[in-house]
Nanobody, 115 residues
């Protein structure tokens, strides 16, 4: 049974930083493409960042140069380091895993950027 557990969200002031984590189990993590998506109130879920099995990364233009995703295959965990946070980054952030055409989602973690 695949399980993705998102954590690390919270309330942060503009300009601050947060680090999200996603711990995976029940999947072949090392060959999975991992992604971070986010959904703001009243908006569609959108892709923020992805990291392939070879650790190649891709970022949405809105987060490029501020967010960094990484993975630790020994811990079956993927991270999203978020710096210089803006109020428009406020959303629920979801971890996603894709392998052999199958996709799984974490439960989401709330990130709120506000003064």
């Amino acid at each position: 049974q695949v399980q993705l557990v998102d954590s690390g969200g919270g309330l942060v002031q503009p300009g601050g930083s947060l680090r999200l984590s996603c711990a995976a189990s029940g999947i072949r993590f090392s060959i999975s493409t991992m992604g971070w998506y986010r959904q703001a109130p009243g908006k569609q879920r959108e892709l923020a960042a992805t990291i392939t099995r070879g650790s190649s990364t891709n970022y949405a233009d809105t987060v490029k140069s501020r967010f960094t995703t990484s993975r630790d295959n020994a811990k079956n965990t993927v991270y999203l380091q978020m710096n210089s946070l803006k109020p428009e980054d406020t959303a629920v952030y979801y971890c996603n895993a894709r392998v052999f055409g199958d996709a799984s989602w974490g439960q989401g973690t709330q990130v709120t950027v506000s003064s």
